[in-house]
């Protein structure tokens, strides 16, 4: 299997959230990259390659055109205004407050385009989302082009990043756009399966209208994990996509036993609605050691999740998006990669 990796993710760094009342150093940083790239090398997966550049174009389609140029923006804005440390929002016009006026000022443009304080800017941040964009997008095209699957080893990762929203680490949504990209290319129907711990409340968002696009999520249930706000079992999806969404929200301390019966559901589920290609949302904070999630995968269960998946048959776009157990990230993502390779 191809992986696609761009060294340009790594300008994406020193970025804060805040953090149980604390500006802290984000948890989302370079060396989860560098640890599954070694990871990838290690187990010989195959070649790793440079993404191909990319227009914005798939960007500008699944997000709103505004959200993409303010993307390219932000950080020059913020240094205009005189600041120099890392970028982050704290205004957003939630309930009561208008969303229909776009302001001026950067600081304000920060809330405006997001819907949590989770996603800094720094000076390399443009550089990394678009790369990590382009990851996505030629894996895409290498699937389409015949191969069984490909691995965009990107980030950062992108799937709570909403239509116009960046929020959790997220800015472009990745996987959203590989499975825009399949579409082109020809797939009638696309099913993006997202096994992060979170659930992918971008993704869903953006295709929640939409039969041509499935999207099934495993993931903690919002009453406790983040975002909250999203993610619950009765969200089926609207309108042409009644249907086509499936959420699997579990509870904290979910182990394989549970977790298994949730992707055999999903996987039944991608199954049912005549997909024709998948992209698969491959978060491995679910795995026991992970420090700001709740499940008990072991490492040992990761090839199985592969394997399974590779049983649906399907062309596969694997999209690098959370784990944050930096030194068991790499040999749970080769993991399922190798499963799949193996099944
Ligand atoms: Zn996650």
Known sequence: MKSVHSPLHAGHAGQTELVAGR?????????????????????????????????????????????????????????????????LPFVWPTRGLRDDLRPEKISALLGFYAFDGGSAFVAGTWGAIES?????????DIVAAGERAAFALARPPGHHAGRRTAGGYCYLNNAACAAERLRDRGAKRVAVLDVDFHHGNGTQEIFWTRADVAVVNLHGDPATEYPYFLGAADEIGAGPGEGYNLNLPMPPGTDWAVWSEALERGCRHIAEVGAEALVVSLGVDTYEGDPISHFRLKTADYPAIGARIARLGLPTVFVLEGGYAVAAIGDNVTGVLTGFECA
């Open 132 to 140: 990590s964009y382009a990851c996505a997008l030629t894996a895409a």
């Open 23 to 87: 500006i802290l150093p984000g948890f989302e940083r370079p060396e989860r990259a560098e640890f599954v790239r070694a990871a990838v090398e290690r187990a010989g997966l195959g070649p790793i390659l440079e993404p191909t550049p990319q227009t914005l174009d798939v960007a500008r389609r699944v997000h709103r055109p505004d959200y993409v140029d303010f993307l390219r923006q932000a950080w020059d804005l913020w240094v205009t205004a005189g600041n120099d440390g890392p970028a």
